[in-house]
């Protein structure tokens, strides 16, 4: 069974410009969470999605978005960058057990995004 | 807010030798699960262990063992007969019960292990 797969691996784009990444969960997974790690900070969660909705939303400005396809792919998008927005993006899937996501998260290699 | 803290950026071992990991939570939740993960240099960040809040018995993986005191909040991590593929980074992470009824991951800030010839 592949994993969870993350496109592009590497990008670099400039301040005010805006990016697109794309992850695509491992198969029968209807949950993918989306992660943002930086040096010093671990990892903050963005947000997930479920089923085509957005579920939980974690504590960033609305230049981050996302949304998540029938087919469970999920993209996040990030408008007006800043420099601060340099990372490492991280997508994870999940099986629902019971209704409720207590379980084990896959994750992909990441996009590491660079703001120049 | 619920809150995961690792105490400690950086650590190293010895080839062979044991090392203990720390992480402590905050949680109003009664009945919730622990999670340890490794995320290997350019690779994949995985799963090492998991605990149950419920279970007063410590979770072991093979060389991973967690030391669980659910009153002190402390969820440490043991790593006996180091290798050195153990290098990486280690995050602890909590879910926290959202308004929506589900659950996200809150992760600590990570440790990053070095295991020594």
């Known amino acids: 069974k592949a994993g969870v797969t993350q496109t592009p691996r590497y990008l670099i784009k400039t301040r005010g410009q805006q990016v697109t990444l794309s992850c695509s969960p491992i198969?029968?997974?209807?949950?993918v969470s989306w992660y943002q790690q930086t040096p010093g900070q671990g990892l903050q969660f963005l947000f997930e999605?479920?089923?085509?909705?957005?579920?939980n939303k974690g504590n960033f400005p609305g230049r981050f978005s996302g949304r998540q396809f029938s087919n469970s792919r999920s993209e996040m998008n990030v408008s007006t960058l800043e420099l601060g927005d340099s990372a490492l993006y991280l997508c994870?899937?999940?099986?629902?057990?019971?209704?409720?996501?207590?379980?084990?998260?896959?994750f992909g290699e990441g996009s590491r995004l660079t703001v120049l | 807010a619920q809150t995961v803290t690792q105490s400690q950026p950086e650590m190293s071992v010895q080839e062979a030798e044991t090392v203990t990991l720390s992480c402590t939570y905050d949680?109003?939740?009664?009945?919730?699960?622990l999670f340890w993960y490794k995320q290997p240099p350019s690779r994949q960040m995985i799963l090492v262990i998991r605990?149950?809040?419920?279970?007063?018995q410590n979770a072991t993986e093979n060389r991973f063992s967690v030391n669980f005191q659910k009153a002190a909040k402390s969820f440490s991590l043991k790593i006996s007969d180091s290798q050195l593929g153990d290098t990486a980074m280690y995050f602890c992470?909590?879910?926290?019960?959202?308004?929506?009824?589900?659950?996200?991951?809150?992760f600590g800030t990570g440790t990053r292990l070095k295991v020594l010839a």
């Open positions: 994870a899937s999940s099986l629902e057990v019971a209704g409720q996501n207590t379980g084990e998260l896959f």
């Open positions: 198969s029968g997974h209807r949950s």
């Open positions: 999605y479920f089923s085509e909705t957005q579920r």
């Open positions: 992470a909590s879910p926290l019960l959202s308004t929506s009824g589900t659950y996200k991951y809150i």
């Open positions: 605990q149950e809040a419920y279970k007063q």
């Open positions: 949680t109003s939740e009664n009945n919730y699960y």
